[in-house]
C-alpha cells in the first residue's frame, strides 16, 4: 500500500481538506497508527488522537504478509520523512541524482533508526532505451519536441512546484539536461517536475548500469513506466529486467565473498 499525503493545498483543497502540509502528515501518523492496528491487532483496540478517535476497532481479516501489508511511503518534506522513519516498510523517491539519493536514504535510514527500524528504498524512473547510445538520446529528443508541442497546444502554464519532491527535481534540473552517467531531466524541467518525469536514457546495458549505480546507493525497488507504454514494457521485460536482475546478482555475490 502507497501512501501519498498530497503535496498541492490546491489540489486537496478541491478535495475538502484545508489544512496545511505539516498538519497533513501529522494526520497521516495517526492514520498510519490506526491502519496498522487494524492489520494486527488480535482484540479490539481505542486510539484517540487529534484527527482520529476509535472506540473498538477490530478486523477480523488480517494479511498473509507478516505483521502487515508493506506500506510504501512517499514525501520529500521533513515532516514527510520523520512521519515514513516511524512507519514506512518502503521510502519511495523519484529518479533524482546520484547525490541527491544518497542524501535522503542517508536521511531516512537515520530517522527509522530513531525508531529501531530498517526501511528500503524504491526508485521512480522512466528509462529510454535504443540498440545505440545515440540513438536513445535522439529519442529522448522527440519524446521532449512531443510534449512540447501537445503543452502549447493544451495551454500549459508552469508554476511553482507545490512540493519537496518536484522541487528537488527541478534543482537536480537547473544543473542540466544530462547528469551523472545517463540521468535526463528534459521532461522534468519542461513540465515543472510534476510527478515522475526524469529518465534514464541508453542502451539497456547502460541504463542497467546505472540502475546498478542506485543499487549501490541502497535502492532496492525500481519502479519503471516508458513514455510509449507498451513498446517500453516489452522492451524493459526482454531486456532491460533480466540485465538489471544479471548485474545486482553479480554484486550479492561479490559481497557474501567478501563476508566469507
Do not use: C
Not at 512517499?74 to 541524482?97: M, P, Q
Not at 515522475?196 to 541508453?202: A, F, H, I, K
Amino acid at each position: 500500500m502507497h501512501i501519498i499525503t498530497g503535496g498541492d493545498d490546491r489540489e486537496l483543497r478541491a478535495d475538502g481538506s484545508y489544512i496545511g502540509k505539516d498538519e497533513r502528515y501529522a494526520r497521516t501518523d495517526e492514520y498510519l497508527d490506526v491502519l496498522r492496528q487494524e492489520w494486527t491487532s488480535e482484540k479490539p483496540f481505542d486510539y484517540e488522537g487529534k484527527y482520529y478517535q476509535v472506540e473498538g476497532a477490530h478486523s477480523a481479516v488480517k494479511s498473509p504478509q507478516q505483521p502487515h501489508i508493506p506500506l510504501y511511503f512517499g514525501g520529500s518534506s521533513t515532516a514527510a520523512i520523520e512521519v515514513a522513519g516511524k512507519h514506512a516498510d518502503v521510502y519511495a523517491l523519484w529518479g533524482e541524482t546520484y547525490e541527491q539519493v544518497r542524501e535522503v536514504v542517508k536521511q531516512v535510514r537515520a530517522e527509522a533508526a530513531r525508531h529501531g527500524r530498517s526501511i528500503r528504498f524504491s526508485l521512480s524512473l522512466r528509462p529510454i532505451l535504443a540498440d545505440t547510445e545515440a540513438q536513445a538520446w535522439e529519442r529522448a529528443e522527440r519524446i521532449l519536441q512531443q510534449a512540447t508541442a501537445l503543452a502549447e497546444q493544451n495551454g500549459f502554464v508552469r508554476r511553482e512546484p507545490p512540493n519537496e519532491g518536484s522541487r528537488r527535481l527541478l534543482a537536480a534540473a537547473a544543473q542540466g539536461s544530462r547528469l551523472d552517467k545517463r540521468l535526463w531531466t528534459g521532461i522534468a524541467g519542461l513540465l515543472g517536475a510534476q510527478g515522475n518525469s526524469t529518465s534514464l536514457v541508453g542502451t539497456p546495458e547502460q541504463v542497467a548500469e546505472a540502475l546498478l549505480d542506485y543499487y549501490d546507493l541502497g535502492i532496492t525497488t525500481f519502479l519503471i513506466r516508458g513514455f510509449d507504454p507498451l513498446d517500453d514494457a516489452i522492451d524493459y521485460g526482454k531486456h532491460l529486467i533480466p540485465l538489471t536482475r544479471k548485474l545486482v546478482a553479480e554484486r550479492e555475490r561479490q559481497a557474501a565473498e567478501k563476508v566469507a
